[in-house]
């Protein structure tokens, strides 16, 4: 999608839910890259107008209102203003952060209903629901939990399960428990107005299988088509709730419309009220123009676990609508996991925004870089504080620190910090082509949503600076020309600024660092020529970056060993997450005496090689370092492992456990693995390193 093929851009990130704190796997999913692809929109001078807010509805704050003894409107506004805070520090640079509790959001919720409705669109029927008698109120379907029809996992939402993808009812579960009183649920009647999206599947086959399939990404297009598959059924457009947008109907009192009517939404009448305070026309950016060539290009970053609703269920109401322009990408990323598991709020395993920058003031740009480096753009990723102080380290300041901060200050011990002579452009040809092709890349990444690729781009040009400086060696060049070492440190000087140009959409805050050390105002576009005049004056240097500590490493490690905290979960849109489910626990097995358990010989062990067993799918064949031995053994963990990450890491191994033979490979043990109640598994290793042949008692 290249930007010359749009006049406008309307780009939304997902609204984050207002009842708790943003974590850095909320940043990766949504906002850094929708907050690099603005910046590089409006680099081209493109018109583009970037939409969040928060989204404050559903019946997840009220129960954290009931629980804390306040009201939802007092939940909604602390972590409103926590949340627009904590993005305006980072520098996520929204056009507008809003909310849908306005004023102007319910009355335009309202009207899209209402719109549908005269339209015949809803399907009108009574159901049973289900409904907790401890609370006394109906259970939205992400307020039941049970095990999944389709592949067996005990903790299904009743909406979907995210295990498998499979789209369900709360009916479809078997054994639901309430996640409020963790009972099971009685079923009553109720009326609610359905959107029958079967019928619109015809549509959505057109506009979203054939014409998405070589533009969105393939895990976007991938879950959409399993989706469609499946075949779409009706969705409940309203709930039985006491907080949200009214339904406006006089037989639907009391009742509320359902988050992902209302959330979508947002988006538009957020874009309104930024029109209102800026004297734009908000239609330009969200309705068809009479001219095709006008309309504008609609783009939602989301993560993955929105992907249904804005690739069918909101596209279907606009479509229903009429007279809105549908999205024209969903460039939804995979999930963010942190050291070694998922991210839970519930048991306070984040890394939180606000704290990250309490703790590390003026660091927003060594978190964008190492969120961008290693973003989840199509397969989940894992960020690890060792891994933060890596890439800080030995590529912030060891490469594009290092590079600016010695050219500066041979600048400045040379020739006093000043430009002249002849040289108002680079005179290096193969200079030119690589800061040439840093461009080409940086641009083409970036509008194919390859924000790693771009960032590379930008490091590569950084590489070669090191390259040339460190082949010319000026400081040695200084004793005998002095004219040809100000024409190498000038060359130097403009590969900097471009530097700047380019790291401006991926590291705005070093970008202003590098323009204010070169004296060159705020910022540039792509398309201004960088040229210094005969006599420029530079200003001092300054480090870009500092190196990070072990022991402020440790610190961060430490805080994630601490017990979990009461927070709440700031997951983007769709207003009904979930309140820390109800983990069922397997009870206990038959008791054994010592002697029994004292037959079985665990010791610590280090894989050495791991590969997948052909024509399997769970299977890893592992060669293991027992202390005793070295020793093959076959463990069912490959759908959670890609054997190149687990070499190395030191497990728990059964060693005498009877040999055995699978898939034609004779097992000599069994490594022992932890499983969380959403099938996630765990080594059970030691804290620190140990001797390999150690027991575990």
Excluded at 437 to 447: H, M, R, V, W
Excluded at 595 to 609: H, K, N, P, S, V
Aim: glycine share 8%; proline share 5%.
């Amino acid at each position: 999608m290249a930007p010359e093929n749009f006049k406008r851009y309307t780009v939304t990130s997902a609204l984050p839910y207002a009842n708790g704190p943003l974590h850095i796997g909320h940043l990766a999913g949504a906002y850094l890259p929708a907050d690099i692809y603005v910046r590089h929109l409006r680099l081209l001078r493109k018109e583009v107008v970037y939409i969040c807010g928060s989204d404050e509805h559903g019946a997840a704050i009220t129960i954290k209102a009931k629980k804390e003894g306040t009201t939802p409107q007092q939940i909604i506004d602390r972590y409103h203003t926590q949340i627009k805070e904590s993005f305006e520090e980072f520098g996520i640079s929204f056009d507008i952060y809003h909310r849908t509790s306005a004023k102007i959001h319910h009355e335009l919720s309202q009207e899209f209903f209402t719109n549908l409705y005269n339209k015949g669109e809803f399907i009108e029927k009574y159901s049973e629901q289900y409904y907790d008698a401890d609370y006394d109120q109906f259970l939205a379907d992400r307020y039941i939990i049970g095990t999944c029809p389709n592949c067996g996992n005990t903790n299904a939402y009743g909406d979907q399960c995210e295990k498998c993808g499979t789209s369900l009812s709360p009916t479809d579960l078997i054994d639901p428990k309430s996640t409020l009183s963790g009972k099971a649920p009685e079923l009553r009647p109720t009326k609610h107005w359905y959107l029958p999206l079967d019928k619109y599947q015809p549509w959505l086959e057109r506009w979203l299988l054939e014409g998405k399939k070589n533009t969105w990404k393939t895990n976007v297009y991938g879950q959409c088509s399993s989706w469609l598959k499946q075949g779409l059924q009706p969705r409940s457009m309203t709930r039985d709730l006491d907080w949200g947008v009214d339904v406006p109907l006089e037989e639907a009192k009391g009742k509320k419309l359902y988050v992902w009517l209302d959330a979508p939404i947002g988006y538009i009448s957020a874009t309104k009220q930024w029109a209102i305070d800026n004297g734009k026309d908000w239609e330009k950016y969200w309705k068809i123009q009479e001219n095709d060539d006008d309309n504008a290009c609609l783009i939602h970053f989301i993560g993955k676990d929105n992907i249904v609703f804005h690739c069918i269920t909101f596209p279907s109401i606009l479509h229903a609508h009429g007279g809105y322009v549908l999205p024209e990408n969903v460039p939804a990323n995979e999930f963010l996991n942190l050291e070694g598991d998922k991210l839970s709020t519930s048991r306070n395993h984040a890394v939180w925004l606000h704290e990250y920058l309490q703790e590390f003031p003026g660091k927003q740009d060594e978190l964008r870089y190492v969120l961008t480096s290693i973003l989840p753009e199509t397969s989940d990723s894992e960020f690890t504080w060792k891994d933060y102080q890596a890439r800080v380290n030995n590529e912030l300041v060891a490469i594009l620190g290092n590079f600016v901060n010695r050219v500066m200050i041979l600048m400045h011990k040379y020739f006093e910090g000043k430009v002249s002579g002849p040289h108002p452009e680079i005179t290096d040809e193969t200079l030119n082509d690589g800061i040439g092709k840093g461009y080409d890349e940086l641009g083409a990444s970036i509008e194919s949503f390859k924000f790693r690729q771009a960032l590379n781009a930008v490091m590569d040009v950084a590489r070669l600076g090191n390259k040339y400086l460190t082949g010319k060696e000026p400081w040695k060049l200084i004793k005998t020309d002095a004219e040809q070492t100000r024409e190498i440190l000038q060359n130097c000087l403009h590969i900097i600024a471009h530097l700047g140009t380019l790291a401006q959409p991926l590291l705005p805050s070093t970008s202003k660092k590098i323009f204010g050390m070169l004296n060159l105002g705020g910022g540039m576009h792509y398309d201004q020529p960088v040229a210094f005049s005969n006599g420029h004056q530079l200003n001092a240097a300054a480090l870009l970056f500092e190196k990070v500590e072990d022991e402020v490493i440790a610190r961060q490690l430490e805080k994630l060993r601490q017990p979990a905290s009461a927070v709440g979960d700031g997951s983007p849109a769709g207003g009904e997450e979930t309140p820390a489910a109800i983990q069922p626990v397997s009870p206990a097995k038959p008791d054994v005496n010592y002697d029994q358990f004292a037959t079985m010989d665990i010791r610590i062990g280090t894989i050495l090689e791991a590969e997948k067993v052909t024509k399997t799918k769970k299977l890893l064949k592992l060669k293991i370092d027992t202390g005793i031995d070295q020793r093959t053994v076959v463990s069912g963990i490959a759908e959670h492992f890609e054997p190149e990450s687990i070499i190395g890491k030191q497990v728990s191994v059964l060693v005498n456990l009877e040999p055995r033979e699978i898939k034609g490979i004779v097992s000599q043990g069994m490594i022992l693995m932890a499983e969380d109640a959403d099938g996630k598994l765990s080594f059970v290793a030691p804290a620190a390193p140990v001797t390999n042949g150690s027991t575990v008692r």
